[in-house]
């Protein structure tokens, strides 16, 4: 089945600081998820991204699809941006029910 | 407008018992899934429920079973609990057919 692999498993970073977390995958995929999961261990959706860049105000990510990799940039975070984050894939193409999730990055920022 | 509820929010049990993990979807939406989240890892998909049907499964035994009722809501139950059974019990609600998953905040439960 397919794979997924995210890079850095752990990231510390001062308060302001700029962060890219990458989320590699092991076949093609007709949709991406990213998901930060609060304190509260709640996953919330960040980005439907199976291809190209979104932004969402501090919060950006770019998937490239032929190369079977995606990232998320946190630009000037701040300590609520805290907590894991997560990639997901469906674990075939078409198939809206089962996820696969990598290990995810936990992200710590400093004040 | 509600999102997806669980209850409970943690709960304690003994190796050999049986529980059962309870969710509410979001409105609107008819399918309802289970993950497993064990402690520094990701989630790992067990069950999709949508038409009181089980759809999919995921690579679990048949200790863990569930159920959906007619208003969507649905029941995770695992039974001759082991202590690998510890973890975090996600239920993620969507409209079927659709990514646009809601997830609640899950159930911990301690195996002991």
């Known amino acids: 089945g397919i794979q997924v692999e995210q890079s850095p498993p752990d990231l510390i970073l001062q308060e302001g600081a700029n962060s890219t977390l990458r989320c590699n995958f092991s076949?093609?995929?007709?949709?991406l998820q990213w998901f930060h999961q609060n304190p509260w261990g709640q996953l919330i959706n960040l980005f439907y991204?199976?291809?190209g860049t979104k932004q969402n105000g501090r919060l950006s990510a770019t998937t490239v699809a032929t190369e079977r990799y995606s990232l998320l940039y946190i630009s000037s975070s701040q300590t609520t941006d805290s907590g894991v984050y997560f990639c997901?894939?469906?674990?075939?193409?078409?198939?809206?029910?089962?996820?696969?999730f990598g290990q995810g990055t936990t992200l710590q920022v400093k004040p | 407008d509600a999102g997806v509820t669980q209850s409970p929010t943690h709960l304690i049990k003994t190796r050999g018992q049986q529980v059962t993990l309870r969710c509410s979807p979001k409105?609107?939406?008819?399918?309802v899934s289970w993950y497993q989240q064990a402690l520094g890892q990701g989630p790992q998909f067990i069950f999709q429920?949508?038409?009181?049907?089980?759809?999919q499964r995921g690579n679990f035994p048949d200790r863990f079973s569930g159920h959906q009722f007619p208003n969507y809501s649905s029941e995770l139950n695992v039974n001759a609990l082991l202590l690998g059974d510890s973890a975090l019990y996600l239920c993620?609600?969507?409209?079927?057919?659709?990514?646009?998953?809601?997830f609640g905040s899950g159930t911990r439960l301690t195996v002991v």
């Open positions: 993620a609600s969507s409209p079927r057919g659709s990514y646009g998953y809601t």
């Open positions: 076949d093609s995929v007709n949709n």
């Open positions: 991204i199976p291809s």
């Open positions: 997901a894939v469906p674990s075939d193409s078409g198939n809206t029910g089962k996820l696969i």
């Open positions: 409105s609107g939406h008819d399918t």
């Open positions: 429920y949508y038409e009181e049907e089980e759809r």
